[in-house]
C-alpha cells in the first residue's frame, strides 16, 4: 500500500509525504511517485499522533448514565449494576464505539483496562488502532480468586498472539487495594519473563494510602518496590498522592506514569496531580483520558489542556508545562511509555499521523501550533488520521461510522433496561 | 422572517417550532405553518444558545502569539506592544474572527470590554450577534485622564444608540488599581441615570487586595460598595479572590460575577473561585471565556467543563455545580445577569437557539443531553445558531467566514511585523 499525502504542512515547511507499506519514505517538496491513495493536504498540518495512556473503552457505553453523584452511591447503584450485566457483545460495540471517538480526536493507540478482554482486542483490531490491553486482575486477597486470575491472564496473554503486534497484551493488576500480594508476585515473573507491561491504578486517592499503611505499613510505592514490581515497564496510572519519597523510587526504577487530570478534577480525588515533583525527579509521564464514566469524552487534546492549565495553576506558574511539551508527552514520551519507536513526521518513522484542520476560526491566526492545539482547540480540529499507513479517517470521515453509533446506542438501552 | 425547525428534539419530545420575527410563535408536534425558511431538525436537539459573560472579542488577533511566558513578561514585551500598535480595522477584523468562533461554539450574545469600542459594536451588529459592549476606562488616578475618559464614555454611550438594542454600551472600569475614585463615582452616577451596566474585572489577583488594603485600608468589594457602586447592574468579573465578607455583601447588593475558569488556571492567579461561598450566599454567577490572550478559546463548553469539575474537586463533592446547574448557568442566570429576558426553549421567548448534533460519537448513547454536553462534548456539537430568529450558522457554516479567516490572519501578522 503506497499513499501520498500532498502539500501538506511540516513544521514551517509545505511538503508531500511518502508512506510506503506503513513506514514513511519520503518527505520531499514535490516527492513524484504513484501512489495507491492521495490525500489533499492544504490548509492541513502534520503531526504525529495521539496515544491515549489509559482508558476503559467500553465504558462509553455508560456515558451520562449516572454522573453528579457520590462515588460509593455511583460505583454500588450504578456502574457495578450495569457491569454485572454486560456481555461480549456489549463490550464489542462498546470500544467499537470508543475507537471511532478516538479517532475522530485523532488517536491512533491506547492502553485499555476492562472486562471481556476478548472483545476489546477483537474491536480496537478492527477499527485499525494499535492497543495495549488488559484484563482487570482483581483477587480481593482470596486465594482460589487470585488461581483463577492467574490462569485465565496466562490464557489471554496465548489468545492474544493471534491479533499480532497490532494487538499487546498486558498485565491490569486493578490497584493494591483489590489485588492480593501474591497475585501480584506473579504478575511481576511473569512480566518479566514475558516482557508484558503492568497497567495498574497507583496512589489515585488518599483511601490507597491509609489501605497500604493499615495492611502494608508503607505507602503503595514503597510496598511495589518492596515486591520488585517497578521498573520501566510498569505504567502507574493517576499518581494525585504520590509524595516526594515515592517519586524518588518511581525515578529510580525508571518507573512510567500516567496523568488523567479531568477523572480526577470530575471524581474530588482531593489531590493535583505532583507535577513539581515530577519535573524534579524526571518522572516520564504521558496522558490518559480515564473512561467515559469518569471524563466523560476520549479528547486527549481537551485532556492536554487540562493538565497544562492545572499545571500552571498548581506550581503558580504559567510557564510551566508548556504548550510544546504537553504536546511531547501526548506523542513521543507516550511512544516511549508504551515502547512505540520513532514517534514523529521522519523519514524512517512509522506513519501514524494526523491532519491538523488550519481553516478553522481557533487555528487563526496560527503563531504557534502547539499552543493553538493545547490551548485554542479540541480533537474536532483532526481531519485525517492514518494509522501504521492505512488511513481510517479523511474528511472526518470514519467508514462505518452510522453502525456503530446504531449499535451502540442500541446496546446501551438495552443494557440499562435488562 | 418566518423560520420552521422541522422534526427537532425539544426536551424528551420531537417537535416543530415556528419562529415569527425573532419570537417563538408555535411549538407542536406538527406546526404546518408556511416559513420563508425550514431547517431539518432531524437527530438534532433545540436549546437555548450559550452567552459569553466576559471576554475581549478582538484578541483573538493575538492568539499564541505570547503563551507560557510570565505575566510581566508577557505583558509588557508582548501585548502591550501589539496593542499600542491596533488600529481600529484590526479591531473590528479580530471581533469579526471572535463572533465567527463564538458562533461556531453555539454563543449568541457576549459581554465585552475593550479599545476601539465602534470596531467592537460595528463588527457584532454585522456578525448577527447580541452584545454589550464597554470600552476599557483606565486613568491610573490622573485627573486629566479621568475627564477624558468621562468624556469618551459619554460620547460612546450616545454613540452606541445607532445600533438599536442589538448592541448595548456598558461602562467598562477596568479594575480598581487603574481606576481612581473620581471616576467610578462618575461611573455610578451614569450607570443610575441611564441604566447601563459597569463591567469590571473584580478580585482576579492577590495583588488586587493587597492594592485595596494598602490604598484604601479595604477589601476591593468593601471599596466599592462604599461608593455605592455594587448593584444588580455591576458585573464583576473573576472573583478568586473573594472571602465570606466580600460575598456577603455581593449578595445584599444582589452584585452578579462572572467566572472565567480556563483564564483563572492559565494567567496562575492562585486561587480557585469560591464555589462553596457562592452557594452559601446565593450569588448569582455565569461563565466567561476572557480573551483570547488568556484561554485561548472562545468555547464556553469548554469553559463550563472546566467550572464544573473545578468546583467538584475543590468542594471534594463530585455532586457539586451539576450538569444541568451549568447549563442553566451559561444559559438562564446569564441572561438574568444581561437582562436579555426568557430563556427558554418556550411560546414567546426571544428566538435564540442552537441544535446540537445527536448523530456524533460523543452524544452516544445520550442518556442526558445536559450531561453529554457538559462533560462529553465541546462547541464542536453545535450544528446550527438561531439568533433573534436569523439563521447565523447552518450545518457548521456561517456565510462569509473564509473572508474573516483569511482577513484576520492577515492583520494579526501584519500587525506583528508593523
Known amino acids: 500500500m503506497k499513499l501520498l499525502i500532498k502539500d501538506v504542512r511540516v513544521g514551517d515547511l509545505i511538503r508531500d509525504i511518502f508512506i510506503r507499506d506503513g513506514v514513511i519514505t519520503d518527505i520531499s517538496p514535490k516527492c513524484g511517485q504513484r501512489a495507491d491513495r492521495v490525500i489533499n493536504g492544504r490548509d492541513k498540518a502534520a503531526l504525529p499522533s495521539f496515544i491515549n495512556g489509559h482508558t476503559h473503552a467500553a465504558m462509553t457505553l455508560f456515558r451520562g448514565f449516572a454522573d453528579d453523584m457520590p462515588l460509593k452511591q455511583w460505583l454500588e447503584e450504578k456502574i457495578w449494576v450495569l457491569e454485572a450485566k454486560l456481555t461480549e457483545e456489549d463490550v464489542y460495540w462498546g470500544t467499537k464505539l470508543a475507537c471511532l471517538e478516538m479517532i475522530k480526536n485523532g488517536v491512533t493507540v491506547f492502553n485499555d483496562m476492562y472486562w471481556h478482554f476478548e472483545s476489546t482486542a477483537r474491536a480496537a483490531h478492527e477499527m485499525g488502532l494499535r492497543a495495549i490491553v488488559s484484563a482487570v486482575l482483581i483477587d480481593m486477597f482470596d486465594r482460589r480468586r487470585s488461581e483463577e486470575q492467574i490462569h485465565k491472564n496466562v490464557q489471554l496473554f496465548q489468545a492474544a498472539q493471534k491479533y499480532g503486534p497490532q494487538i499487546r497484551f498486558a498485565l491490569g493488576p486493578h490497584a493494591i487495594y483489590t489485588v492480593s500480594g501474591r497475585s501480584l508476585e506473579w504478575v511481576k515473573e511473569f512480566s518479566e519473563e514475558n516482557e508484558c507491561l503492568i497497567h495498574m491504578h497507583l496512589c489515585e486517592t488518599e483511601e490507597e494510602?491509609?489501605?497500604?499503611?493499615?495492611?502494608?505499613?508503607?505507602?503503595?510505592?514503597?510496598?511495589?518496590?518492596?515486591?520488585?514490581?517497578?521498573?520501566?515497564?510498569?505504567?502507574?496510572?493517576?499518581?494525585?498522592?504520590?509524595?516526594?519519597?515515592?517519586?524518588?523510587?518511581?525515578?529510580?526504577?525508571?518507573?512510567?506514569?500516567?496523568?488523567?487530570?479531568?477523572?480526577?478534577?470530575?471524581?474530588?480525588?482531593?489531590?493535583?496531580?505532583?507535577?513539581?515533583?515530577?519535573?524534579?525527579?524526571?518522572?516520564?509521564?504521558?496522558?490518559?483520558?480515564?473512561?467515559?464514566?469518569?471524563?466523560?469524552?476520549?479528547?486527549?487534546?481537551?485532556?492536554?489542556?487540562f493538565a497544562s492549565l492545572l499545571a500552571k495553576f498548581s506550581t503558580n506558574d504559567p510557564t510551566f508545562l508548556s504548550a510544546g511539551e504537553t504536546f511531547d508527552r501526548a506523542t513521543i514520551v507516550a511512544a516511549e511509555t508504551f515502547s512505540l519507536g520513532d514517534w514523529e513526521i521522519t523519514e524512517g518513522s512509522a506513519a501514524d499521523i494526523i491532519l491538523i484542520d488550519l481553516a478553522r476560526a481557533e487555528m487563526v491566526p496560527n503563531f504557534h501550533i502547539y499552543s493553538d492545539i493545547v490551548y485554542a482547540s479540541n480533537g474536532s480540529v483532526v481531519d485525517t488520521v492514518i494509522a501504521m499507513g492505512r488511513v481510517l479517517m479523511e474528511n472526518r470521515y470514519v467508514e462505518g461510522e452510522e453502525t456503530i453509533l446504531r449499535e451502540a446506542k442500541k446496546r446501551a438501552r438495552e443494557l440499562v433496561e435488562r
Chains 1, 2 share one sequence.
Open 209 to 305: 494510602l491509609r489501605f497500604a499503611e493499615e495492611r502494608y505499613g508503607v505507602s503503595p510505592v514503597r510496598f511495589l518496590a518492596g515486591l520488585g514490581l517497578l521498573s520501566p515497564r510498569f505504567i502507574g496510572c493517576h499518581g494525585c498522592w504520590l509524595d516526594a519519597d515515592a517519586c524518588e523510587i518511581l525515578a529510580q526504577t525508571k518507573t512510567r506514569l500516567v496523568h488523567n487530570p479531568v477523572s480526577n478534577l470530575k471524581l474530588s480525588v482531593g489531590r493535583l496531580f505532583p507535577y513539581h515533583l515530577m519535573k524534579q525527579h524526571n518522572i516520564p509521564y504521558c496522558f490518559g483520558t480515564d473512561g467515559c464514566s469518569s471524563n466523560n469524552h476520549l479528547d486527549i487534546i481537551e485532556t492536554m489542556k
